[in-house]
């Protein structure tokens, strides 16, 4: 009986182990379909933006640099480069940059860089959408709560309506 005991005991450590191997592993693996999510648009914008150059420039090339397009879950193939209309660059350069504009940032240094861009008070909600919009991911339950938090906490923030947030004058003054 002491035996079985022993068996049963040393199959929950391994189930136990097992189990957070799995969940280790799962975020190890969220972060990479995002980082390959994120590469995928660069360089789907990447490449738009070349191909107009090129058609602004009216150089005939076949490809861009190494003569290969990867195109994901694609065979590779060269081809000629398409025209793209204008529009459609300064859509690509918006989203380029503008998916990209806050990237690697914590949340207070991005909110205090939006909230001197608008020069106004803005809401918690409106602030995590922005943010958000501007590359940085925020995780948990309530992502607008882990904002406002933020902001709270860091003397560069001045809380003038509920969630409600203004870079305080001291600040803005040195930034300026």
């Known amino acids: 009986m002491e035996e079985l005991k022993d068996i049963i ?13 799995l969940q280790e592993l799962q975020k190890r693996k969220e972060k990479l379909d995002d980082e390959i999510i994120t590469i995928k648009k660069y ?21 861009p640099p190494g003569n290969i397009y990867a195109f994901p879950d694609k065979e590779k193939t060269s081809r000629p480069p398409v025209v793209v209309i204008a529009e459609t660059t ?10 990209s504009k806050y990237a690697g940032l914590s949340v207070p240094q991005a909110a205090f860089l939006l909230l001197k861009d608008e020069g106004k008070p803005m809401h918690a909600k409106e602030i995590f959408q922005k943010l958000v919009e501007g590359g940085i991911r925020i995780r948990g339950k309530t992502p607008v709560t882990s904002v406002s938090i933020s902001l709270n906490r860091d003397k560069r ?9 203004e870079i305080s004058a001291e600040k803005s003054l040195e930034s300026a």
């Open 90 to 99: 300064e859509k690509a350069k918006d989203l380029l940059f503008g998916k």
């Open 43 to 63: 360089l789907e914008l990447a490449e738009t933006l070349y191909r107009v150059e090129l058609d602004k420039a009216k150089i005939p090339a076949s490809s």
């Open 157 to 165: 923030f001045r809380k003038v309506a509920p969630n409600t947030f």
């Open 9 to 21: 005991g040393g199959l929950e450590q391994r189930i136990s182990a097992y189990k957070s191997k």
